[in-house]
T-cell receptor, first 111, second 111 residues
């Protein structure tokens, strides 16, 4: 698995966009970028994933740079319930891939 | 209820006792996983299953047994519980795009 680097913590004001960066400079051609989050005492939650194009769903947007060496998760209008640890993971698109969560980014939404 | 459920949510047991943690998913996903999460550690894979009657070890399988006689169920058994198995256990299944959906977790305490 390619290694990812994320800032350990970030703050964001409620209602503003939260932009969470991730570096994955060793990503290979068949590897996808997945984002998960874990709210305190809950199971991890899948957010979004992408290969090379920007993606958007009801939860977030994912911007992947053209060289695919980094990406940004965007929560467009952060709420207090978005306070969580966010994990960027790079894996190939096979069903048996175990997830290796690094330390992630602890996002705190400030009222 | 649709989704992935785990039972019990909380369990206290004694050293040496056998304990079974249940996991049930309603999507008919092929791949299922068991992880444990300890303070100061990320998720660690215990066992996974590619389909009914097909299981394989993850990175920390010792002391655990799994079975999968039906696609929707993936129970995890601690044959003789030890204090080091005190942890939060998460079950997950893999969706169409290799995204993993996690259950709410079982918090196990071994005295």
């Amino acid at each position: 698995d390619a290694k990812t680097t994320q800032p350990p913590s970030m703050d964001c004001a409620e209602g503003r966009a939260a932009n969470l960066p991730c570096n994955h400079s060793t990503i290979s051609g068949n590897e996808y970028v997945y984002w998960y989050r874990q709210i305190h005492s809950q199971g991890p939650q899948y957010i979004i994933h992408g290969l090379k194009n920007n993606e958007t769903n009801e939860m977030a947007s994912l911007i992947i740079t053209e060289d695919r060496k980094s990406s940004t998760l965007i929560l467009p209008h952060a709420t207090l319930r978005d306070t969580a640890v966010y994990y960027c993971i790079v894996i190939s698109n096979f069903g048996n891939e175990k997830l290796t969560f690094g330390t992630g980014t602890r996002l705190t939404i400030i009222p | 209820d649709a989704g992935i459920t785990q039972s019990p949510r909380y369990k206290i047991t004694e050293t040496g006792r056998q304990v079974t943690l249940m996991c049930h998913q309603t999507w008919s996903h092929s791949y299922m996983f068991w992880y444990r999460q300890d303070l100061g550690h990320g998720l660690r894979l215990i066992y996974y299953s590619a389909a009914a009657d097909i299981t394989d070890k993850g990175e920390v399988p010792d002391g655990y047994v799994v079975s999968r006689s039906k696609t929707e169920n993936f129970p995890l058994t601690l044959e003789s519980a030890t204090r080091s198995q005190t942890s939060v256990y998460f079950c997950a299944s893999t969706g169409e795009y290799n995204e993993q959906f996690f259950g709410p977790g079982t918090r196990l305490t071994v005295l």
